[in-house]
């Protein structure tokens, strides 16, 4: 019975789509049966298998049996073992609850032919998550590594315990997943440290590497794994979907044990935190809110008043880090708003450069 897993962050940018592709290429060459929803408008999971909008006529949706709609419409990609459910545009799933009732059933009479149903979502937190969340039973929570990494993390984490507390009490978190890792960035590393901190069993231990090839890979219509096997890209994949497939086989391990061993259920319940459904346990779910957003809240003050780790680097390794905002990309300055939620007093950070080295930094405010 294929597993329903969605790949949702608030955010764009942080690696959804890329993971959804390369780890379903993963598990398909693991020999699992994988079938990829692409619900995003934007096509990306549909384009990074080498397939455009324009390939498909619409089933004008609304008129017909999803059961049938979905099965009908699903086609084998390049990838072993690995089939993809496009974007098509008019596809408004989850405009309607009866449409996402009938989702549900038509994703349920697919989970006998494979064995993992993949979700790629859109990035801001609309209605639609919310439906796909519902009709999940995990969902994998890409964090980049970067510095506004965990910004909205939050308030995610808050609608994921309400999708679980209201609309499906099944949907459990099958893990954070560190992407765009860079080990030569301090910042990277910090990140990594406190996202590992912060929410501990939940985050995978494999860490994915920010590689050149799993950018290239889309442009040619192919995962990274079909791109170049050997890449560090595709073995970060490959070691995700293992680690995915360990856990699962624990899971379902932890399941037989919890019958048998019911009475010691207290310790059994702490150990395992990161590998359970969280729904059974509130004040353990309100601990890890309480403690993350106090946590990174100091920690993105210290952060927001030292940005030495950006001396000497490189405009490429900036940009990386810190994104594009306000920058030129030739001039020797770059500047960037650092609090965004103060409307009338603005902090911004000033990066000065000399040879594409970072020289020296300087925080501004303006404003009342
Ligand atoms: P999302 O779906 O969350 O909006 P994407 O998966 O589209 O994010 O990734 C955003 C950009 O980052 C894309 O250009 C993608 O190629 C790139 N990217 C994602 N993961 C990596 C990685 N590990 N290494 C290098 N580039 C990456
Ligand atoms: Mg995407």
């Known amino acids: 019975m294929g597993k329903i897993i969605s790949i949702c962050n608030q955010k764009g940018g942080v690696g959804k789509t890329t993971t959804c592709v390369n780890l ?19 096509a990306n999971a549909s384009v990074s298998f080498g ?20 099965r009908n419409n699903i086609i084998t990609t390049n990838s072993p073992n690995v089939d993809l459910f496009p974007f098509y545009e008019d596809l408004n799933f989850f405009e309607k609850a009866s449409v996402s009732s009938k989702f549900k059933k038509a994703l349920n009479s697919n989970k006998k032919s494979y064995d993992f149903i993949l979700i790629d979502c859109v990035p801001f937190f609309k209605a639609k998550n919310l439906e796909i969340l519902a009709v999940s039973d995990a969902v994998i929570i890409p964090v980049q590594c970067d510095y506004y990494a965990l910004e909205g993390l939050h308030k995610f984490l808050k609608t994921v315990r309400f999708v679980q507390k209201k609309l499906n009490s099944n949907l459990h978190i099958e893990g954070f997943l560190l992407t765009m890792y860079d080990k030569r960035v301090n910042l990277s590393n910090k990140v990594a440290d406190y996202v590992r901190n912060c929410f501990q069993d939940l985050v995978f231990s494999t860490i994915i590497d920010r590689n050149a090839k799993i950018t290239q890979a889309p442009s040619l219509g192919k995962s990274v794994i079909e791109y170049d096997a050997t890449c560090i890209g595709s073995k970060c994949y490959l070691n995700l979907a293992i680690e995915i497939l360990a856990n699962n086989d624990v899971i379902d391990e932890e399941k037989e044990l919890r019958v048998i061993e019911q009475e010691q259920e207290t310790v059994f319940n702490s150990k395992k935190l990161g590998r359970t459904p969280l729904s059974g346990d509130d004040s353990l779910y309100e601990r890890i809110l309480n403690n993350f957003s106090c946590e990174y809240e100091e920690e993105q003050k210290s952060f927001l008043n030292n940005f030495d780790d950006l ?8 940009e990386k880090i810190m994104g594009t905002s306000y920058k030129e990309l030739l001039g020797s300055t770059w500047i960037y708003k650092v609090n965004k939620e103060k409307v009338f007093k603005k902090k911004y950070l000033y990066v000065y450069f000399e040879n594409d080295a970072v020289t020296h930094y300087a925080m501004k405010w303006f404003g009342s």
């Open 24 to 42: 379903s290429a993963a598990l398909g060459v693991l020999e699992k049966k994988v079938l990829v929803i692409d619900t995003d408008p934007q």
């Open 51 to 70: 397939f455009g909008v324009e390939n498909f006529d619409n089933p004008a949706l609304q008129f017909m049996d999803f059961t049938s709609v979905i």
């Open 311 to 318: 001396i000497n680097l490189k405009k490429s390794s900036v």
